[in-house]
């Protein structure tokens, strides 16, 4: 009885500190957690903790990559800025209705180190991002509907895109 009696107290108190430890972290790594100056308040979530990673390796927009590339390539129209090169990352959130918000943007050189590009590229880039339309919810086999992380990559050399990924 002794030894039950010790070990529920050993187990409380290491989840009373874990709970105390670690509650500020993400539910899961790469969660993208509501910023109250930046994102829509009024974007709907299913479950914070369900949100799915990215739902493919592709683009679940309508046109794929390819609609993106052109999109871009009909919209973004900067001069060359000089030494403007690495990569600029768009990380967002799609729910259900297909509606996007969450928007976050990393900016490497191509050493892979943080840097800061000349806002008329980065800045485009990233409200270019937010106003592509035509994302498609992600629904498993059973129906099922879900909100998802997306990415968009943009290789930039010298101010210009250079390649889009995924």
């Not at 430890?21 to 299913?46: K, L, M, Q, R, W």
């Not at 799915?52 to 794929?64: D, L, N, T």
Request: aromatic share 16%; proline share 4%; hydrophobic share 35%.
């Amino acid at each position: 009885m002794r030894y039950f009696l010790v070990i529920t107290i050993l187990f409380v108190h290491i989840d009373l500190y874990s709970q105390s430890t670690f509650g500020d972290y993400p539910y899961n790594v790469g969660d993208i957690a509501f910023d109250s100056a930046t994102d829509n308040p009024d974007f709907e979530v299913i479950d914070e903790k369900k949100v799915r990673p990215y739902a493919k390796c592709s683009m679940m927009i309508e046109g794929e990559r390819y609609g993106v590339i052109e999109y871009f390539a009909e919209h973004f129209k900067p001069k060359p800025v000089e030494n403007a090169t690495g990569y600029i990352t768009v990380r967002f959130m799609v729910n259900r209705k297909g509606q996007t918000d969450r928007f976050r943007m990393y900016e490497m050189d191509n050493n892979f180190q943080q840097t800061t590009f000349d806002k008329t590229v980065s800045g485009k880039i990233f409200d270019l991002t937010k106003k592509l339309s035509g994302w498609k919810p992600l629904i498993d086999d059973k129906g099922n509907q879900y909100d998802y992380y997306q990415y968009i990559v943009f290789k930039i050399k010298n101010g210009l895109i250079e390649y889009i990924l995924p």
